[in-house]
């Protein structure tokens, strides 16, 4: 069964590689349907995981796979806007960045469970990814005015949070997947939020580093069901 949510997930990411490829030759509908079917995959490959792994509890696995669908909820509504009409951009925006903050903040609490004991100085990356994101908007990096800004502000506070929260975890005893999962799912999000805000055009090719980032921390959450705790 394990050898299966290991294929699964390299699907996954092969997957999301060919949505890119067709993101970027123009066929933003199929883009779309790639994309959420690479998502499907990986929570049909939790489901699995969670399925084999009788050391993880209800409340864990609840918490790992509700952050997999939120992610898939959030890929849903970021690509809508390529095929829908423009002047619902930032609605879906708003609602798919939402959508991902809501599965940080569940992995962060999965985590949360795993800490036996509290460490609080890794919480200073709050703070730290909140200055920096404040930074890059009020320096004119990122083109990021009025809710848009407030909400990628927000969004780098909870990316600190998830990081600080997969760090406690590993330093209390906790598989180092949990700080690899962290950690790739904040450098994709850093890496996403240039590509959409950078004043500078960014060539069309990190598009494919963004999305193998993203994945394989997707793919690291379902492999931290694997080797719980």
């Known amino acids: 069964m394990e050898p299966m949510v290991v294929c699964m997930l390299f699907l996954s990411i092969v997957t999301g590689l060919f949505m890119v490829h067709q993101e970027q030759k123009g066929k933003a509908a199929e883009a ?4 959420t079917f690479a998502s499907l995959l990986f929570v049909f490959a939790g489901i699995l995981a969670s399925a084999v792994t009788p050391s993880v509890p209800s409340l864990g696995r609840e918490l790992v796979l509700g952050g997999l669908v939120a992610g898939m909820l959030g890929d849903m509504f970021l690509s809508t806007p390529h095929i829908s009409k423009e002047e619902h951009t930032l609605l ?3 609602v ?5 903050a809501l599965g940080h903040l569940l992995y962060f609490v999965s985590f949360l469970r795993l800490t036996r004991v509290q460490y609080w100085w890794p919480y200073l990356l709050v703070f730290l990814f909140l200055a920096l994101v404040d930074l890059l908007i009020r320096s004119r990096v990122w083109k990021a005015e009025g809710i848009l800004g407030i909400g990628f502000r927000l969004y780098g506070a909870i990316s600190g949070l998830l990081l600080s929260g997969a760090i406690s975890c590993v330093l209390s005893g906790g ?5 690899v999962a962290a950690l790739l799912f904040v450098s994709s999000d850093l890496l996403l939020a240039h590509l959409q805000l950078a004043a500078k055009r960014i060539p069309r090719q990190f598009a494919y580093v963004s999305i193998l980032l993203y994945y394989s921390a997707q793919a690291a959450f379902v492999l931290h069901l694997l080797f719980w705790p």
């Open 175 to 179: 598989h180092w997947i949990s700080l």
């Open 96 to 100: 798919g960045g939402g959508c991902f």
């Open 92 to 94: 879906f925006v708003i």
């Open 32 to 35: 779309y349907l790639w994309k």
